[in-house]
């Protein structure tokens, strides 16, 4: 089978106008960025913002190295949906330089199910990600400054700043440094660091706005220190929300691009799953609704993460609706390493490792049936599998009571999504969608903690030491008792050991500090081994790309 790059290349896609016109939005509403991409001009979309689509949200069981075509499948279910009769759209976040340069690579989807162009989307696309670097460090600057010009008597005290900085960029060096040293000169020395710009509560800001009065009431509202008597010290205090605001101007608009069969697809927003929400912006998603017939939106990484804080954190502000259906994507290879078989053993039949490691589906699947939603599992196809590999999945499901449907839009597009596309337009059709959040919002932050812990992660307990759960007991008196939380861990395992793979029992989650995100409207609360910046690995994804003299991009898998 071609690589990505050549099946992209092969493929003729249309002027970004065009694919516009397909939503009735018209050329004067564009701003161009070249002839393949754009941002929607009037954050009040041409449909009058009124919802008149369908929602499915894509999710998946817990990732692993062999790859579960999550974007990809989401992707090849919009195509699937438009050949079938139903106007689609896909809602997409946009790639990071860190995953994009490290571990991860690309994330334009794979194989004939891609958006496009998927090199200029991989890489700066329409600098929405530098905006928010910007707008972030922009803040970074005049907090120091403050300390700079304020010193000890001032408004905030050095020592409780809580305000990092940001890069888009995996570097492991940059997560604790120390600034201000040399002399006065050059400000107040004291220890900080760097989180990678996904990671930034100003990116979750971004997706979480409805429009730009929200995004500066949000902006003023983080929490960026406290005073010398523990008093909570905001953005607003400093002035910064305008300036942040006035960077932001572009990065709130919505970007359109298209799939590689002529979808509109709306690429906007990109908070981490592991980290912050890990969804595709409110706005983004809002104009989606209400320009077709159906939005395909994804998720960041399993049911335990990206979907329980879709639920939990976007649907809970009421500023986007329930779903009427999700998608739960499920691979061979992925339930076969998840019953212990090695990443070298994979393409090997072995039903035995299969059928243990259905097991981590089969908790993805109680996980999404916990929010009353209906679902349909997503068997993605591998050349390597099986057939009776792929009978005993759909057996398993089948004793579940689940519905299960085979995708092949890696090979076939979005003719290899149609199975898929009628089954999830049934689930929707038929069956009941009773949703409900997990929690209530006056329920206290640690049994919001030990909720998700329980339920959605299986845990038996959650420990923390006494100064995280003084640390809670303030933030509730600071007035923000009622906001949801946004768990940090691994992706890896539905537990805090990236390890435990398949379904750990009888584990205590073990929570090791939280942060409040009070513009974003959420707490962090970060578990196990977290890291905020990622790290590069030993053999990156960098040291495969290249430009030749044409300016032709490879290695961008």
Same mark, same amino acid.
């Given at each position: 089978m071609p690589s990505d790059r050549e099946i992209a290349q092969k493929k003729e896609i249309l002027p970004i106008v065009k694919i516009?016109?397909?939503?009735?939005i018209k050329a004067e509403n564009l701003e161009l960025f070249g002839k393949y991409k754009a941002k929607i001009l009037r954050l009040d979309s041409p449909g009058g913002g009124s919802r008149r689509g369908k929602l499915v949200m894509v999710t998946a069981m817990s990732p692993t190295p062999a790859g579960e075509g999550k974007t990809t499948t989401s992707i090849g279910l919009a195509d699937a949906f438009n050949r079938i009769g139903m106007k689609s759209v896909v809602a997409l976040r946009e790639p990071s330089l860190g995953p994009v340069f490290g571990m991860k690579g690309g994330a334009t989807g794979? @194989? +004939?199910?891609?958006?496009? /162009?998927?090199?200029? =989307?991989n890489l700066h696309f329409t600098g929405d990600i530098h905006a928010v670097t910007a707008a972030h460090n922009l803040l970074s600057a005049m907090v120091d400054n403050r300390l700079h010009f304020d010193g000890s008597s001032g408004l905030l005290d050095c020592r409780r700043v809580l305000w990092k900085r940001v890069m888009d960029m995996d570097d492991r060096v940059l997560r604790e440094v120390v600034i201000g040293i040399g002399g006065p000169l050059r400000g107040i020395a004291r220890e900080t660091g760097f *989180? =990678?710009?996904?990671a930034s509560e100003v990116m979750a800001i971004l997706c979480l706005a409805s429009g730009m009065d929200d995004l500066k009431k949000r902006l003023g509202d983080i929490l960026i220190g406290h005073s010398a008597d523990r008093e909570p010290v905001f953005a607003r205090q400093i002035k910064a929300e305008g300036a942040m605001a006035a960077l932001l101007k !572009?990065?709130?608009? /919505? &970007?359109?691009?298209?799939?590689?069969?002529? $979808? #509109?697809a709306f690429v906007h927003g990109g908070p981490f799953a592991n980290i912050a929400h890990g969804t595709s912006s409110v706005i983004a998603t809002q104009m989606a609704l209400s320009l077709s017939a159906i939005v395909v939106t994804e998720s960041g990484f399993g049911s335990d993460l990206g979907a329980e804080k879709f639920f939990d954190i976007v649907v809970r502000t009421g500023k986007i609706p329930p779903p009427d259906a999700c998608v739960l994507v499920a691979t061979v290879r992925a339930l076969k390493m998840h019953g212990g078989v090695s990443l070298k053993e994979? *393409?090997?039949? &072995?039903?035995?490792?299969? %059928?243990? @490691? +259905?097991? &981590?589906?089969?908790?993805?699947i109680e996980n999404i049936q916990?929010?009353?939603? #209906?679902? %349909?599992?997503?068997l993605n196809r591998f050349a390597s599998d099986s057939e009776k590999e792929f009978e005993t999945v759909k057996e398993l499901c089948r004793k579940d009571g689940v519905r299960i449907a085979l995708s092949e839009v890696f090979s076939k597009g979005g003719e290899g999504g149609e199975a898929l596309a009628r089954e999830v337009r049934e689930a929707i059709e038929k069956d009941k969608n009773t949703f409900q959040l997990l929690y209530p919002d006056d329920m206290p932050l640690a049994e919001k903690i030990e909720t998700v812990a329980r339920r959605i992660y299986g845990a038996k307990a959650v420990a923390m030491e006494g100064k995280t759960q003084r640390k809670i007991k303030r933030i509730e008196e600071q007035g923000y008792s009622h906001i /949801?939380?946004? =768990?940090?861990?691994?992706? +890896?395992?539905?537990? *805090?050991? !990236?390890?435990?793979? @398949?379904? /750990?029992? *009888?584990?205590?989650l073990i929570v $090791?500090? %939280?942060?409040?995100s009070s513009g974003a409207g959420f707490l962090v609360v970060y578990c196990g081994d977290i890291m905020t910046m990622p790290g590069l690995p030993k053999t990156p994804s960098a040291e495969k790309i290249d430009v030749d003299g044409e300016g032709n991009i490879t290695g961008l898998s």
């Open positions: 516009a016109e397909k939503l009735g794979g @194989g +004939y199910a891609q958006v496009a /162009p998927r090199e200029e =989307i *989180d =990678i710009t996904a !572009d990065a709130l608009k /919505p &970007n359109l691009v298209q799939t590689l069969e002529g $979808t #509109p994979v *393409d090997q039949e &072995n039903v035995d490792a299969l %059928v243990k @490691g +259905y097991e &981590n589906l089969q908790k993805h916990h929010f009353g939603v #209906p679902f %349909v599992v997503a /949801p939380v946004c =768990i940090a861990k691994t992706q +890896y395992s539905l537990s *805090d050991d !990236d390890e435990a793979l @398949g379904r /750990p029992r *009888d584990f205590t $090791t500090d %939280v942060s409040l």
